[in-house]
């Protein structure tokens, strides 16, 4: 470093403000991370994010009487998340949400697959079909290097294709099936084989599951993320945690065992920083980029509002069709209640198949949902949003390119972990919840 760099440094061993530890990104894993190191023991812990809102990607957007959310976010009352949090409980709107999918016959059924019309009701040719082409797979088909690998052993090639999940798949993933990596495959598509297995179908129709307590499923409240997470934002204030919001990260010196972070308006320091933001950002700031991005996919919300006949009754749609770019769509009037007389959605669509464009990503949906008879009526764009890093794409070789620039923030001293630190496809707040548990128990134990 020149004689400049030795001063900007000195400067900053004698401005910064000292913190017990400091968490990068305010999402759930950054929340539930500070939670544990105020129960640690942490008297002052600083949360920071360049986001100038609380929950991170959780993010809502509401235009007159109508609210929608990036995703389809649902939580549950047994979350542990709860735990750390109890005051988000009695915000939450209770919901009783069904999910559904279009298959690629055009037919709205059970999702993720329908015995009845994916199986039995398609008539005797085609039964013989599938389980001709399921004996096939298990016999001749057991080496699995890929998700399409691993789906075809289990339910077979023919089912595969004909129920739609490889088109699903496909589009849920960003890539063809063929490119998934097999380790992704097996812990994410476990129900597959769950409900495939030759065992576990004889041991399901002897041993009927009992049914214990079910978890209530609930929404966010209408005000919105911001007023949900400021009840949970109060509690780690009045234990000493801090957030600085809209902070324009700049950089992260080391200054001997301590960590300077340079904001736009102040500098801050410790001996300990968690970071949960996306895994190129964080090299960023402590100068160690290897120029090698990992890849995510980018989101489109596209926010309709809708008087009509939308032809079907469930809440929430997954696209198992052959066609069409948008993965999920849910319908948030069936929580939150119409506006103006009018149901309103967010369709999400994977702006990396449709070149990121909302034009282009409306003109498409409204393409598909024609063909297939929904949505009847006057649709209407009222507002979109671009969501990128929304999850990682798991091509070959991407949790091994990750693990290695995770190891190499390590080696810098930053512990990395969340959905974006730890480039890990985090279905819920709840994994989340634990993962974030796992990650700082393990480091108080080394
Ligand atoms: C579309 C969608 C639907 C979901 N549905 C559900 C659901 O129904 N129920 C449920 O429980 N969970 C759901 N989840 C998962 C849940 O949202 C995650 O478990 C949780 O948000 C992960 O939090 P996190 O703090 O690890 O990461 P995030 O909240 O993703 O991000 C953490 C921080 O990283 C930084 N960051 C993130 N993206 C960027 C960017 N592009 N540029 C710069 N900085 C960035 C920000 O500082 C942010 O605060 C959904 C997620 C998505 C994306």
Redesign the pocket.
Known sequence: MNDAGHQIVSEAVTEAEWFDAIV????????VSASLLVRQGCRRVLIV???DHI????IDWTSGGYTF????????DD?PLLDHFPELLPLYVPIDPQWARLNPQGMITTYPISVRDDIFGTGLVEIVRIFASVLYARLFQRDMRNARDFARYWIGAYLLHRSGLQSYMKRFYGIATDGIDIDLARKRMLWISEHASLRNLLSRVLKPTQQGRRNRQMARPREGFRFLYRAAAERLEKAGAEFHLAAEMRTIHKVQDQFHLQLKERIVASGRIIS???IH?AEQLCGIESGQKLD?IT?IGLYFSFAGDRGFRQSIIYNFSHEGAWKRLTMYSDFYGQADGREYFTA?VIGNHIGGSIPRAERDFRDHVHANGLFRGDLRLEGSCI?????PIYSQGAAQRAAEAIGRLRAFGLES??????F?Y???????TVE?EAALRETQAS
């Open positions: 990068l990104g305010a999402g759930i894993s950054g929340l994010d360049d986001y929950g991170g990607n959780h959310d990036i995703g389809s976010l649902i939580f549950q979350s949960t933001i996306p950002r995510t989101l999400e969501l990128e890093n929304a999850y972990l969340g959905r974006q630190g730890g890990n985090q279905p819920t707040a709840r994994a989340s974030a």
